[in-house]
């Protein structure tokens, strides 16, 4: 299925969808919602080189590509550890 028959179908079925170039530049705010955490907590990570960004004034912006990295590497990294507690579990017995 191409891409465009996909949004035509998630439109029709009442979904919303939502289409981002890949080099947009978000708001900490656009980009917390997007993870589902905190403003606070995405300028911390910001802040800790967790991903890049760039100031525009004094405010911080984020490439939709960067903040989609970052995610790939925390869904390995929570997959990780859930793999990791699973085996504990197993070899206590749990």
């Known amino acids: 299925m191409s891409l465009l ?4 179908a998630q439109a029709a079925e009442g979904r919303g969808v939502t289409v981002i170039p ?5 708001t900490t705010q656009q980009a917390a ?3 589902n955490v905190s403003r606070p907590h995405l300028i911390k990570l910001l802040e800790e080189g967790e991903m ?5 004034g004094k405010h911080r ?8 990295e970052y995610k790939r590497r925390d869904d390995v990294r929570r997959r990780t ?3 990791q507690l ?5 070899e ?3």
Not at 5 to 8: E, V
Not at 22 to 26: D, I, M, N
Not at 52 to 56: A, I, N
């Open 22 to 26: 890949s080099h947009a530049e978000l």
């Open 81 to 83: 550890a859930a793999d």
């Open 33 to 35: 919602d997007m993870l």
């Open 61 to 68: 912006r984020v490439t939709y590509e960067d903040l989609q």
């Open 86 to 90: 699973a085996a504990l579990g197993q």
């Open 5 to 8: 028959a996909f949004i035509l």
């Open 92 to 94: 206590l017995g749990i």
């Open 52 to 56: 890049p960004f760039r100031l525009v």
